[in-house]
């Protein structure tokens, strides 16, 4: 079996590197012959000599057959349009000459091209759906409801979803809401974002005291957020969660590991009244982020609760979990509710206010003197989130049972 995966970012983004290629390295171990479409921003320009072949060299040698297109920003609307287009005309060229089975496409855009091509050149579709666009881009205040653009993404939505013949969400509630029970036949796996868990295991105490001598955090108890600030993460109630944990308990100390500029969360900080030596925001290494973690006591994330968030699954909830670290979250985020209370991993905010906030911190103080909670984390990453077991599992799980049976037809498509 062969599949083209139709990815709209850049190759060399983070997301593409800790989420695309290792999911498709888990097709490959299925035996899945793997080709890859991305695009890239300026296109060949953004590329140093020799870099595009050394990229195209390595991932042939894993088994991943690499082409590019030129990602267009704007104008919004037609540079789109236009990029479907492009990316519709290679998958079909793709899928004759290479003979693919399966075009795998990763959100709406992608989705749009593999169901043109499919209309042209046959084969199968797995709309990988990464979230609820139309409403995404409402809650985000973006597009008004009910606006051209809405009603445009709606209807393309609708006939994505009955052009394809197979399904990924990343929650439990995503499928409900999709697909009632009683009314799909096609295949429809839930693979929320994970993570490999060994990365985040390799760091030992040795290593944990090294670093928290290193940034002067002994005796101190550590709060730790990995990501960006601001749009859908509410940085100003990270700050004062902070905040108030360090009123609560002088010895708090409060790390930022973000790529975003460092002032939009130093500021709140400072006007809370935190001085210097409570926090430190700074951006790392990829690969230095789990010493990070593991030097840490628990971890926070806050995201604006909104309907489309029922959708999400915030990979830094993996990458948490697997460093041993339990979570302060708010509630309405995809199905984290359901895996802090069941796990009991960590403590929910129902609202953002002092007295959730203080409610939130005594639980966690509960947890952190309790022997087993680190333990109890990683083995809710090795049970949710894990690359190879769960990932890559249902993955390969999806593209079997697309070809065991013939698939049905559903009309149940309207998620609001």
């Known amino acids: 079996m062969r599949t083209l995966y139709l990815c709209y970012f850049g190759l060399r983004e983070p997301l593409v590197q800790t989420q695309v290629l290792p999911y498709l390295r888990e097709l490959i171990r299925g035996g899945i012959g793997v080709h890859l479409l991305t695009f890239e921003p300026r ?21 991943i057959q690499w082409r590019s297109l030129e990602y267009h920003k704007r104008p919004s609307l037609p540079a789109t349009l236009y990029d479907i287009a492009a990316g519709a005309l290679t998958a079909v060229r ?4 290479e003979e693919i089975d399966v075009m795998h496409a990763r959100g709406y855009v992608p989705a749009a091209m593999g169901a043109l091509a499919k209309w042209r050149a046959g084969g199968k579709l ?7 666009m139309a409403e995404e881009y409402v809650d985000a205040g973006v597009w008004p409801e009910g606006g051209l653009l809405y009603r445009l993404t709606k209807m393309a939505e609708k006939r994505l979803l009955r052009a394809s013949d197979g399904f990924v969400v990343l929650t439990e509630k995503a499928r409900k809401t999709l697909f009632p029970p009683d009314g799909e036949r096609r295949p429809v796996e839930v693979i929320p974002c994970c993570v490999d868990a060994e990365r985040f295991r390799a760091f030992d105490e040795e290593s944990r005291d090294d670093l928290r001598r290193k940034l002067n955090l002994e005796g101190r108890r550590v709060i730790i957020y990995v990501g960006a600030l601001g749009g859908w993460y509410l940085t100003d109630e990270m700050a ?14 409060s790390m930022v590991l973000t790529q975003s500029p460092p002032e939009m969360v130093i500021r709140r900080l400072s006007a809370l009244g935190m001085s210097e030596s409570d926090y430190l925001v700074r951006k790392v290494a990829p690969e ?8 840490a ?25 697997a460093s041993g670290l339990p979570v302060i979250s708010n509630a309405g985020i995809g199905d984290l509710d359901d895996l802090i209370a069941e796990d009991n991993v960590g403590a929910l905010l129902d609202a953002f206010n002092w007295e959730s906030y203080e409610q939130a911190l005594e639980k966690m103080g509960r947890l952190l003197l309790d022997q087993g909670v680190a333990e109890r984390c990683r083995e809710s990453a090795r049970k949710r989130f894990d690359l190879a077991s769960v990932g890559g599992a249902r993955y390969r799980r999806l593209y079997r049972r697309m070809f065991e049976k013939e698939c049905g037809v559903d009309h149940h498509f309207d998620h609001r």
């Open 43 to 63: 296109g060949n320009r953004a590329w140093g000599k020799g870099a595009r072949e050394e990229w195209r060299a390595r991932l042939e040698s894993q088994g």
């Open 94 to 97: 793709l899928v004759r000459r």
């Open 126 to 132: 797995i709309f990988d759906i990464r979230g609820f």
């Open 240 to 253: 004062e969660l902070m905040a108030i944990a360090r009123c609560k308990d002088a010895s708090t100390f």
């Open 288 to 295: 230095d982020v789990p010493r990070y973690l593991k030097a």
């Open 297 to 321: 006591d628990f971890a926070v994330l806050l995201i604006k609760p909104c309907y489309s968030k029922i959708s999400s699954s915030p990979t830094k909830i993996a990458e948490y979990l």
